[in-house]
Every structure is written in structure tokens, then in C-alpha cells.
């Protein structure tokens, strides 16, 4: 019993803050109807899985990259399931890209962040065409305008890299 409490007490921000992300994704919808907003369109999973990416260790970014829109999908019934598997990857693609391009070559925070979302659109928009043309999804390639994702995918990794660079200590 001593064990798991340090191990819950080791890791408590972290699942502090996916039980934050999940209760926020959760309640999305929710608040999307009462106020009549389109809230998905300001694409929350990704932005939680960016704050997993920021705030959290790898393995648990890699975790909500992959299982956060096949929660959604049990919980909302949004994404499909097999869509919802197809945005894991992307999610997943998005982190490996970040993680390498920060670590291993200590590339900006903002140039990081949106190779990883356009890599993970290329690969998501390669698979969901393929998944199409073999008849196992159903529906437009693109359900949102292209522009409205690269504005999207871009401001987000500007606030996210100003986030981060405000938050590192000065030296």
C-alpha cells in the first residue's frame, strides 16, 4: 500500500493534470450546447495533448496522445472509433515530432510545435484518404476548411511557445 502512494504521491502533478484534461474534454460538449459555441473547431484534444506535451512527462504525453480521442469517442461518441484511432496516430506523430525536434535537436519551441501538428495533419489526411478509398470511413476528406487548421495549428504553437518562454527562468 506504501508503494502505490508513492508512486500516486511521485506522480501526483501529472495525474492532476490529466484528470483536469479528461474532466475538460468531458464537459466540452456540455458547454458547447449551452452556449451555442462551436468549441471543437478550437480543436481541444490537441491543445490538451500540447499541455500534456508541455506539463507532463513522455510516456504520459504518449499516452493521452494516443487514448484522449478514443476517450472522446466512448464518451461523446465523437470521433467514430476507427477516426478516433487515425487521430491517435496523428496525436502520437505530433508528440515524436515535438519531443525529437526539442530534445534531440534543440529546435524552438514554436517551429517544434507546428512541424509536429502539420507532420501529424499530413500523416492523419494520408491514412483517413486511404481509409476512404478502401471504403472503411465514410465522407469528406476534409470536413474543416484547410485554412482555418493552419491558422488554428499555427496560433496555437505561438501561444503555447510564448507560454513557454515566459515561463523559462532568465539566465
Known amino acids: 500500500m506504501s508503494t502505490a502512494l508513492a508512486i500516486i504521491n511521485r506522480h501526483r502533478n501529472v495525474l492532476l493534470i490529466d484528470v483536469a484534461l479528461l474532466a475538460a474534454l468531458y464537459l466540452l460538449p456540455s458547454f458547447s450546447h449551452l452556449t451555442a459555441l462551436p468549441l471543437y473547431k478550437l480543436e481541444p484534444m490537441r491543445v490538451a495533448l500540447i499541455v500534456a506535451l508541455l506539463f507532463t512527462n513522455r510516456a504520459n504525453t504518449y499516452l493521452i496522445a494516443f487514448t484522449i480521442p478514443l476517450a472522446s469517442a466512448w464518451i461523446t461518441g465523437h470521433p467514430p472509433p476507427f477516426k478516433a484511432v487515425l487521430m491517435g496516430i496523428e496525436f502520437s506523430t505530433l508528440a515524436a515530432t515535438y519531443i525529437h525536434l526539442v530534445r534531440k535537436d534543440h529546435i524552438p519551441t514554436f517551429v517544434?510545435?507546428?512541424?509536429?501538428?502539420?507532420?501529424g495533419k499530413a500523416v492523419y489526411y494520408t491514412m483517413k484518404s486511404m481509409a476512404l478509398s478502401l471504403g472503411w470511413l465514410s465522407g469528406s476528406l476534409v470536413s474543416t476548411p484547410v485554412q482555418t487548421q493552419l491558422v488554428?495549428?499555427?496560433?496555437?504553437?505561438?501561444?503555447?511557445a510564448l507560454f513557454v518562454h515566459y515561463r523559462r527562468p532568465s539566465q
Open 112 to 119: 517544434a510545435l507546428a512541424a509536429g501538428i502539420l507532420l
Open 152 to 160: 488554428l495549428g499555427l496560433g496555437t504553437a505561438a501561444i503555447f
